[in-house]
């Protein structure tokens, strides 16, 4: 059994590895100036990943644009 590993703040609390991998991408991503398309279902923590990310730029304090394409 994976132990938990907290990253970030409160919006994460995870053992599953495959998540582990995508918030370190998500830090790794938040250092480039470049914009970001986050897709997936609907639920999946999409915003939760773009907030990190934002969170984490350069750009953190501005506002952040949240786009439903649905």
Request: charged content about 20%; aromatic content about 2%; some cysteine.
């Amino acid at each position: 059994m994976e132990k938990a590993t907290r990253l970030g703040g409160p919006a994460f609390l995870t053992a599953h590895t495959p998540t582990l991998n995508l918030l370190q991408m998500a830090d790794k991503i938040a250092h480039a100036d470049v914009a970001v398309l986050i897709q997936g279902e609907s639920g999946t923590g999409k915003e939760l990943v773009a907030k990190r990310i934002h969170e984490r730029s350069s750009r953190s304090t501005r506002p952040i644009v949240s786009l439903n394409c649905g």
